[in-house]
């Protein structure tokens, strides 16, 4: 079980004296897949077009999608619904996006700006099959918080 307390320490040492969310989210990937054993993949989706979708943010892992409508894949469901997606196989979500082959699992959490808006969404990938548990789920989304307490999220 990873340290999410020492990671959301790490990350705030990373964003404190950042306001510009580029290079803190781009940081925040690189920490999360360099901290967490068995993942294919781990970045944003930010929502900053203007319409509704996602649009693909700084991240670790092979080449993805671009452009995500709200409501589509487990990301914009996410988006949509603002609620986290545990997802233990992929494969049974109805219209996952695999962007991945290797991708067996996934987690995506929403992320907000200071409104309380949907401002995008972290989302993790893993080759194995349940890989996220409640634990990661809640490490992780005390993670976005960190990430929504101290980087500017706003529509460029
Ligand atoms: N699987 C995601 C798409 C993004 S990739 O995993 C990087 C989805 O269904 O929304």
Same mark, same amino acid.
Request: glycine share 8%; net charge negative; hydrophobic share 40%.
């Given at each position: 079980?990873?340290?999410?307390?020492?990671?959301?320490?790490?990350?705030?040492?990373?964003?404190?004296?950042?306001?510009? +969310?580029?290079? $803190?989210?781009?940081?925040?990937?690189?920490?999360?897949?360099? $901290?967490?054993?068995?993942?294919?993949?781990? =970045? +944003?989706?930010?929502? #900053?077009?203007?319409?509704?979708?996602?649009?693909? =943010?700084?991240?670790?892992?092979?080449?993805?999608?671009?452009? #995500?409508?709200?409501?589509?894949?487990?990301?914009?469901?996410? @988006? @949509?619904?603002?609620?986290?997606?545990?997802?233990?196989?992929?494969?049974? +979500?109805?219209?996952?996006?695999?962007?991945?082959?290797?991708?067996? $699992?996934?987690?995506?959490?929403?992320?907000?700006?200071?409104?309380?808006?949907?401002?995008?969404?972290?989302? #993790?990938?893993?080759?194995?099959?349940?890989?996220?548990?409640?634990?990661?789920?809640?490490?992780?989304?005390?993670?976005?918080?960190?990430?929504?307490?101290?980087?500017?999220?706003?529509?460029?």
């Amino acid at each position: 079980m990873p340290d999410y307390a020492l990671l959301a320490d790490q990350m705030k040492a990373l964003v404190q004296d950042e306001p510009h +969310f580029l290079p $803190s989210l781009s940081n925040a990937s690189a920490l999360l897949y360099e $901290s967490l054993p068995d993942l294919n993949w781990a =970045g +944003f989706y930010l929502s #900053i077009t203007g319409k509704d979708e996602l649009l693909l =943010g700084p991240f670790q892992g092979k080449t993805a999608c671009i452009r #995500i409508p709200y409501g589509k894949g487990v990301c914009g469901t996410s @988006a @949509a619904q603002d609620k986290v997606q545990r997802v233990p196989d992929v494969h049974l +979500f109805p219209g996952h996006i695999a962007c991945d082959s290797a991708s067996a $699992s996934e987690i995506v959490i929403p992320l907000h700006n200071t409104r309380g808006e949907v401002i995008g969404v972290l989302d #993790i990938d893993s080759p194995v099959k349940n890989r996220f548990s409640e634990e990661d789920e809640a490490g992780l989304t005390a993670f976005a918080r960190v990430l929504e307490q101290f980087c500017h999220l706003t529509r460029i």
